[in-house]
């Protein structure tokens, strides 16, 4: 494909000097072209269809291409920009996230921890009968770890375990004695002995059941 110079176009150089041409037209022509017309319409009206005239359809066609040119770039520039301002925000999303994902991952370990800290208190008053309450040491250093008060570590305990008798969260100064422990599975010789607890020697009733089988019903349930 052969490549048509500027020279042969005809196409003036950019360095040549400007002159003015006055064109008079008819009033209503100008005010009707004015209004149609951006600020500067006019005169690029009139360049372009002397430039045509004088230099034919290529030089009304390069100024359109070029014109369609600045157009394309300043979309491009601008599409550009909206893309880095994207990526910014979706990096400082990203962050926002790994860092939620990390607060979740130690609320869980910290959940875990307590769980295994309150299975342990379990076992103390479901097997061993033992009393708990907000003074005893276990329960005071439990809920020192887990950034709780010991009232809220025997809330809990109270919840998880609805088959456990009040007092069994009492010392012995504030009423707390002597209870039956739910799981306690006592050994006996005696093939009549009677099994009040739980399974095997040593084993708790699994939470779901304690809360399925113990948990009073609430009275609005069936509303």
């Known amino acids: 494909m052969n490549e048509t110079s500027d020279e042969e176009m005809n196409i003036p150089d950019t360095e040549e000097r400007m002159v003015q041409v006055a064109v008079e037209v008819p009033e209503s022509v100008r005010d009707g072209a004015k209004a149609k017309l951006p600020y500067g319409g006019m005169s690029q009206v009139i360049r372009e269809e002397l430039n045509r005239v004088a230099f034919g359809e290529e030089m009304g066609q390069r100024s359109r291409l070029e014109s369609r040119l600045e157009d394309v770039r300043e979309e491009r520039d601008k599409l550009q920009r909206e893309r880095r301002e994207l990526n910014a925000k979706l990096e400082n999303l990203e962050d926002q996230a790994k860092d939620i994902e990390r607060k979740l991952d130690d609320l869980t370990t910290q ?9 342990s208190l379990e076992y103390n008053i479901r097997i061993e009968g033992r009393n708990l309450f907000a003074d005893h040491g276990q329960v005071e250093s439990i809920a020192a770890e887990a ?74 349930a069936d509303n």
């Not at 609805?162 to 599975?185: C, M, Q, R, T």
Request: glycine content about 12%; overall charge negative; charged content about 40%.
């Open 111 to 119: 959940e875990d921890r307590y769980e295994a800290k309150l299975e």
């Open 147 to 220: 950034g709780k008060s010991p009232e809220g570590v025997i809330k809990d305990l109270k919840h998880r375990n609805p088959d456990v008798p009040d007092e069994a969260f009492l010392s012995g100064l504030d009423g707390g004695g002597g209870f039956s422990p739910p799981d306690k599975n006592p050994k006996s010789s005696l093939k009549s002995a009677k099994n009040i607890g739980y399974g095997k020697d040593g084993e708790m009733r699994p939470l779901e059941e304690r809360e399925e089988k113990y948990r009073p019903r609430d009275p609005d």
